[in-house]
């Protein structure tokens, strides 16, 4: 399985999976069509299905025009956004197994950024192979996402499922946030040697333009503050020892910035 990032819109990553074997492709929450389109076109792949994790208009503003293109693709959603996401056939829930392209998949379900938000987690195949953690808003490089329909309680939930994955799972986020995400995180953490170094390697890699996504879980473990609210670090600068509110204080904080 090949992945590919297609900037769109202003800051958004779209992900198309390629299956070479069988020259089909699926993408991870569109945003728009017209970079898949070209995409495919490039690879002469066929599309056969979206996966869309939550019903934003920057994840699934593609999904109408690529069903035109290709009316055989079938669209993955979770089951809670049903009613949210064009075209949708398929309503997964947290637990359920899909696959493409050889490769396995677990449906993670992370409620927090929207009540329905769900993640891909394509297990790897091979020792020397990574995982691919397709997670929409629900973590970003450095970051995470707002708050908009869940409560900080559910979004810790849903981080701690993506906490326990492996070290070496690459993390497929949908923005181009880390830099950004990473000067509040030195902020909060301005002692944190691991994050001052990726701090400058990405402050780095944006004054070139280059894309700092896919990121890695280990890194993100080390760095990523709301990876980090029950770490010792974190939870004196937020004054609290629970970890929910930890968190909360992080995210309103985060917010205010
Ligand atoms: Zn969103
Ligand atoms: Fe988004």
Redesign the pocket.
């Known amino acids: 399985m090949q992945i590919y990032r297609l900037p769109a819109l202003s800051d958004n990553y779209i992900f198309l999976l390629h299956d070479p074997k069988r020259q089909v492709a699926a993408v991870v929450d569109p945003a728009e069509a017209e970079p898949v389109l070209i995409m495919l076109q490039n690879l002469g792949a066929t599309l056969t299905a979206i996966f869309n994790t ?1 019903h ?1 208009g ?2 699934v503003g593609g999904n109408r025009t690529l069903l035109q293109h290709f009316p055989q693709t079938v669209v993955y959603g979770g089951a809670v956004d049903q009613g949210r996401i064009p075209g949708q056939q398929v309503f997964l829930q947290g637990g359920d197994r899909l696959s493409f392209a050889d490769r396995h998949a677990t449906v993670l379900f992370v409620p927090g ?2 009540r329905a938000h769900i993640a891909y987690y394509f297990e790897s195949s091979a020792s020397d192979e990574p995982g691919e953690l397709f997670c ?2 629900t973590l970003f490089a450095g970051g995470c ?1 707002r708050l908009f329909e869940g409560t900080p309680g559910q979004m810790v939930q849903s981080l701690s499922q993506v906490r326990s994955l492996p070290d070496n799972t690459r993390i497929w986020c949908a923005h181009e946030y880390t830099l950004n995400n990473l000067r509040f995180a030195h902020s909060i953490e301005p002692d944190n040697e691991a994050l001052t170094q990726r701090l400058a390697t990405v402050q780095q890699q944006r004054q070139q333009q280059e894309p700092t996504v896919p990121s890695w879980l280990g890194i993100e473990k080390r760095t990523n503050p709301f990876l980090r609210w029950d770490i010792s670090s974190i939870q004196t600068a937020m004054q609290t020892a629970d970890p929910v509110q930890s968190f909360t204080r992080l995210r309103g904080k985060k917010d205010q910035w």
Do not use: C, E, M, Q
């Open positions: 939550h934003h920057d994840h950024h929207t929409g808003d996402g």
